[in-house]
């Protein structure tokens, strides 16, 4: 795949989940916060999830594109192993449900519309980062993961698995809506 069609499409994915997050405003906190069972997540659960998430990678992706060793991109990307088989696994198409660690489930949390301002503020920072991250090498630089320092993926990776945890979540939160 070429790298600015996997930029592009991580982009287009981070503008949709703005525009539902900017959607998800106009709803009361009662509409917010309900839940179809004890067991399942409201609107604000999550997006809080996803902002908990947030608050670690968008920091690590801005830092390690900041102080990028590798500044030439390259025409082609190829997921690496662990972390293209990490990014298949949040896609919103995948059926599996993924148990959430403790501190980022964010079950029984007392939210508000404050949630989806964090969310939507996130996500624009996310978008300056995509885009500078047209002028490094997505492979060749690499980012700690927020289970593990010692584990690193490839810059493009850990992109794909963010934006793509994110869309799985949206969607989640747009079918307790409906």
């Known amino acids: 795949m070429e790298t600015k069609q996997i930029l592009d499409e991580l982009t287009r994915i981070t503008l949709y989940n703005i525009e539902v997050a900017n959607s998800f405003k106009n709803l009361d906190l ?6 179809s069972s004890t067991t399942s997540w409201s609107i604000l659960e ?32 190829k997921p690496g192993l662990l972390g293209g088989y990490f990014a298949r696994m949040m896609k919103a198409e995948n059926p599996t449900k993924i148990k959430s660690l403790k501190n980022y489930n964010p079950i029984g949390s007392q939210l508000d519309h404050q949630v989806l301002t964090i969310f939507i503020s ?15 090498n997505l492979i060749k630089n690499k980012t700690a993961i927020s289970i593990s320092k010692l584990i690193r993926l490839q810059l493009g990776d850990t992109f794909s698995f963010l ?4 869309e799985r979540h949206i969607k989640q939160a747009l079918r307790v809506h409906s």
Do not use: V
């Open 30 to 35: 009662q509409k917010l916060n309900r839940r």
């Open 46 to 77: 999550c997006i809080e999830h996803l902002n908990r998430y947030g608050d670690f990678y968008i920091p690590e992706l801005n830092y390690r594109i900041t102080n990028a060793r590798y500044t030439q991109p390259t025409l082609q990307y």
């Open 122 to 136: 996130q996500q624009e920072a996310l978008l300056l980062c995509l885009d500078k991250a047209r002028h490094i």
């Open 163 to 166: 934006i793509y945890h994110n």
